[in-house]
């Protein structure tokens, strides 16, 4: 059974729908690449680089998807890549390696395109197998329309995946860990981190797992 992870509407005649095939094999989780294009009277499958678990849309013509390539999707070792719909055909851009945390790799797990020369990406540390936590760590990769470069880094953030645009050329981002039942939201904008508990009623503890940008 496909599962759908995304959807991208321009239009009442160009609607995008992603997700993931059934996997097998040794994958992680995701199987193989899944999207389909709607023109408003036809669905048609498009075939992808990438299974799109993550994925933003600037416009019709510029639309990115994140996730395992679908080279590596399927093998106990998957290659989280960018994919790139340029308004004809899906392109691949691999992206920056990060120097590990505490022996633990850095996985992409969010984006969130604004326009042409405006593309951020999220990675966060991988969950330590043996003890089945994460380090610490969010960095923010930024696309100015020919290369990807750290934008920002925080090794005091905990694992959130997801990257929500404030509007206004920043981001918020939610910080949670098990090891205490306390969640934060996160805000970065020109260089700056700030965070606040998650709101709640008094004599509870909030938890924050994502969020949504309402314009106005």
Known sequence: KNTVLGTAVFCPA???EFGAKPG???NLGFGPPWALHY???TWSPVKMPVTPVWSSGASAADIWALGPTAATVNKPTQVIAAAHWDGSAWHTLALPK?????GQ???PDGIAALSADQVWVEATVAVNPGGGTAP???TLLHWNGKTWAVAAQDLKHHASPGLTPDGH???WLTDSTSSRPVSYIV???DGKWSRQLAPTESGFTGEAGSLTLIPG
């Open 105 to 107: 790799p850095w996985v």
């Open 39 to 41: 023109d408003g009277s």
């Open 14 to 16: 160009n609607v995008w």
């Open 136 to 138: 610490a760590g969010v």
């Open 169 to 171: 050329g920043g981001f």
């Open 24 to 26: 097998s094999g040794a």
């Open 98 to 102: 990060l120097s590990p945390v505490d």
């Open 187 to 189: 805000h970065y904008a």
